[in-house]
Nanobody, 116 residues
Framework: VQLQAFGGGSVRAGGSLRLSCAAP???????????KAWYRQAPGKQRDLVAS??????YSADSVKGRFTISRDNSRKRVYLQMNNLSPEDTAVYYC?????????WGQGTQVTVSS
């Protein structure tokens, strides 16, 4: 399974970015069977769960609640992370993740840098 993450970049504090994760090789029924998530890893820190979506139910970490929104487009086989009101503490490499029983796939990561 190949996951392609993109949409990162450099923004000023208070700005917005939208990350996308594409699964071009999947058929739609396969795409919907995975729990999908975004993680991030700042330099010197562990990789942390940011948000996840599964069968329409979503989860957001407390640190991003109210600012980040995860969504998916089954027809395009993409999952998104809309990030608003970004702060320097959000600077990290962001990874998309697809998971189901016995399977765990990661995108290549996309850098998000927020300056004050």
């Amino acid at each position: 399974v190949q996951l392609q993450a993109f949409g990162g970049g450099s923004v000023r504090a208070g700005g917005s970015l939208r990350l996308s994760c594409a699964a071009p090789g999947m058929i739609t029924s396969e795409f919907t069977s995975y729990e999908k998530a975004w993680y991030r890893q700042a330099p010197g820190k562990q990789r942390d769960l940011v948000a996840s979506i599964n069968s329409g139910s979503t989860y957001s970490a407390d640190s991003v609640k109210g600012r980040f929104t995860i969504s998916r487009d089954n027809s395009r086989k993409r999952v998104y992370l809309q990030m608003n009101n970004l702060s320097p503490e959000d600077t990290a490499v962001y990874y998309c993740n697809f998971r189901r029983a016995g399977e765990d796939y990661w995108g290549q990561g996309t850098q998000v840098t927020v300056s004050s």
